[in-house]
């Protein structure tokens, strides 16, 4: 089995040099990191109790599934953990790896989806940021995301709602009207509603333990955490 969808791949290939150009196909991504980043990291920092203040993820062992061109696995690595970034676009990990040996980073970039990574390694913290909406095979793909994480360990996700308001934001503004991503980018059916996940994921041990909705706020030109789920969404479970 995979959970590899062949036409994504090529799709995201083909804007493979643009992964770190903030006016480029990925303007989005770079507006959105700022947010994920400091979800991200506060999460881990209460969950696993650190107190390091200078590399607050210091030694913590992360896994980022689909990590295009590096946007999330560099500032993890900068914040001191110990990064792993798979991507099923050889291409996506080309421009990665790249950008990494210019600038002194230490980061492990394998071409590989979850199912075919060849360790025995379990991750304390596995990423699926963005990547959920484009697998070729949802409960295959967590399935396999699961079996990666060390018990304690914790799981984000993050994704858009399948619901109307997300086919006219997501779909209809933000790449018809407002030009933000390239026509395509999304289909509406490969959305994916926190209840689902919420179900498959408890199939395979990981309960829920946190989901905040994301808000872009259009007069302040940036992202922030909101209380609405109709759009885009992020969660963090926990391996049982």
């Given at each position: 089995m995979s959970s590899v969808n062949k036409k994504e791949i090529e799709k995201f290939s083909r804007m493979?040099?643009?992964?770190w150009d903030p006016k480029g196909k990925f303007k989005p991504l770079?507006?959105?990191?700022?947010?994920?980043?400091?979800?991200?990291k506060e999460s881990i920092i209460e969950n696993f109790k650190l107190k390091n203040k200078i590399k607050p993820l210091n030694k913590i062992n992360i896994?980022?599934?689909?990590?295009?061109?590096?946007?999330l696995s560099e500032p993890m690595q900068r914040l001191g953990a110990n990064v792993t970034g798979i991507d099923a676009s050889i291409k996506n990990i080309k421009v990665a790896k790249l950008h990494a040996q210019?600038?002194?980073?230490?980061i492990n970039y394998l071409c590989s989806?979850?199912?075919?990574?060849?360790?025995?390694?379990?991750?304390?913290?596995?990423l699926n940021m963005e990547i959920v909406e484009h697998v070729d095979d949802l409960n295959f793909f967590l399935k396999s995301s699961s079996k990666l994480?060390?018990?304690n360990g914790l799981m984000f996700v993050a994704t858009i709602n399948k619901t109307l308001k997300s086919y006219v934001f997501a779909i209809v503004g933000a790449e018809y009207i407002l030009g933000w991503l390239p026509i395509g980018t999304h289909e509406w059916e490969k959305f994916v509603k926190p209840e689902e996940l919420k179900k498959i994921l408890k199939k395979n041990n990981l309960f829920l333990s946190k989901l905040d909705g994301m808000h872009f706020n259009?007069?302040?030109?940036q992202w922030k955490i909101s209380n609405d789920l109709s759009v885009n969404y992020i969660a963090e479970f926990i391996k049982n």
């Open positions: 493979a040099s643009e992964w770079h507006k959105f990191n700022p947010i994920r980043i400091k979800y991200i896994l980022d599934i689909g990590c295009g061109g590096g946007l210019k600038n002194k980073l230490k989806s979850p199912e075919k990574l060849k360790t025995k390694k379990k991750y304390d913290v596995i994480l060390k018990k259009i007069v302040k030109n």
